[in-house]
C-alpha cells in the first residue's frame, strides 16, 4: 500500500504548486508507486478566510498596484503579526487544515507555503497522530518571510544562506535545516544543452535553429509589461530570434498575437505551457521578472536573465543577488535592454561567457531529487526526524 503524502499550498502565483508537483514528480521517479501524494490549497475551500481573498488578489495587484503587495508583505513579515493573524484572520484555515489531516491520514505534512507551516504543524500535534513530521520547504530564494520560519515543524528545506541565517535567528535548530535548495521540475535539472541541442530544439519549437534566442516570460501570472518588452524587442531591427511565453496572461497573449520579427516570421506567443524546460534549453537569454521559480529554473536550464522587473518585498533580494554574481542583469528600461542583447548576441562575447559560467556556478540542479529524498525518508521513518 502506497504511503500517503500531504502536500499543501496556496495559489499566490504559480510557484508553490510547481515546487510540490516537483518533488512529487521526482518520488514517482525515484520510487514509483510508493507514495501517494495529495496536492491540496487549503486556501480553495468553503471557508477559506481572509487568505483565499489575498489569493485572488495576487495577479492583479502584481499587475497594477505592485505597492500594495509589497505593503501587505511587509505589514506581515514579523512573528507578531503573524502570531496575531493565526488568532484571528486565519482562525477559519486551521479548522480545515485540522479536518484534512485527519481525512487523509499522512505519514507526512509538507509546506510549501509560508502562511501555512505554522498551522500545519499544529493540526497534526493536535490529531490524533501527532508524531507524523512536519516539513516545510520554502520558495522564496533570499527574501525569507517570517511566516516561513517555524520552530514547531521537523525540517526546513532551505533554498540559500541568507534563508538559512534566517530560520536560524528564528531559533530553528541546525539540525532541522537542511539547506538544499529550490525543488524545480526534472526537466530542467538535465545537463546544460550544448549548440547543437539547442539547435534541434529551435527546430521542434519553430525558432530560427541559427539566429541567437530571446526568451521573453512573465512568471505563471505572465506579468511585468510583458506585452510591451516582446513588443520592443520585436520591432527593434535586432537580428535575434524571439518567443513569448505569456502564462495565463491571456489579454497578453491576445494582444502579441501576430507578432513578427524583421524579416515577417512569425514569432511564437504562447500562454501556459508544459514544456517550458524545453524553451529556456532553446534560448541563450530570458528577459522576465526575478521570480523564485523562474530564476531557478533558468539557473538549472544554463540560462542568463535579463531581469527587467521584480515584486517588491519577496524579489528585491533575487535580483541583487543576481546581479552580484553575474547571472543576471538589471535592465529596466528598453534602451539597457536593446544593450544587453546587442552585446550578448555578438559572437564570441566575453560577457556572455561570463554569464553563463555565473549560471552555472550558482545552479543546483540535484535540489529536487535531494528534497524527495529527504520527505521520502521522514514518511518512511528510514530518516531521522529531530
Known sequence: MAIPLLFLIADTGGGHRAAAAAVAGQLAIDRPGEFDVAIIDPVDSPSPGVLSRTADLYGPLIHHARWLWAAMYHATNSAAVLSLMRR????????????????????????FHPLLNHLAAEAVHASATPQVPVITVITDLVDIHAGWACA?????VIPSPGGLARCRRAGIPADRCHQLGLPVDSAFA?????????RDLRRRLGLNEERFTVLVCGGAD???GLPARARAIA????EVGLAVICG??????????GLRDPDGRSIPVLGFVDNMADWMRASDVVVTKAGPGTVSEALCSGLPMLLTWYIPGQERGNLEWLVNIGAGRYVPRPRELFDAIVELSAPGSPGMAAMRAAVASAARPQATERVAALIAGMADGTAAVA
Open 88 to 111: 484571528s484572520a486565519l482562525r477559519p484555515l486551521r479548522r480545515t487544515l485540522r479536518r484534512m489531516v485527519e481525512t487523509e491520514r499522512p505519514s507526512a505534512v509538507v509546506s
Open 152 to 156: 514547531d515543524v521537523d525540517a526546513v
Open 190 to 198: 538535465r545537463p546544460f544543452p550544448d549548440d547543437r541541442e539547442r
Open 222 to 224: 505572465g506579468s511585468g
Open 235 to 238: 520591432g527593434s531591427g535586432l
Open 248 to 257: 495565463r496572461n491571456d489579454r497578453a497573449r491576445r494582444r502579441l498575437a
